[in-house]
């Protein structure tokens, strides 16, 4: 099975650089806005190759602790 990451990183002074890997077209940006969704400032996107590929399908997987 194909593996989808989301790296977020946080600097010090609060700014937030996100990537995808294994995400292919509209859907990279899609998953990045649900996740940064909420978050005010300026946006700077800028498109890696895999941006301009396809991908038939993904499958979201969430795992979630019990309490």
């Not at 650089?17 to 077209?25: S, V």
């Amino acid at each position: 099975m194909k593996e989808f990451n989301v790296i977020v990183d946080i600097d010090e002074d609060g700014n937030i650089k996100a990537e995808t890997k294994g995400m292919k077209g509209e859907v990279c940006v899609n998953e990045l806005d649900e996740i940064l969704q909420g978050l005010d400032g300026e946006r700077d996107f800028k498109n890696k190759p895999d941006f301009y590929q396809k991908d038939k399908s993904v499958v979201k997987t969430l795992k979630l602790k019990k309490s």
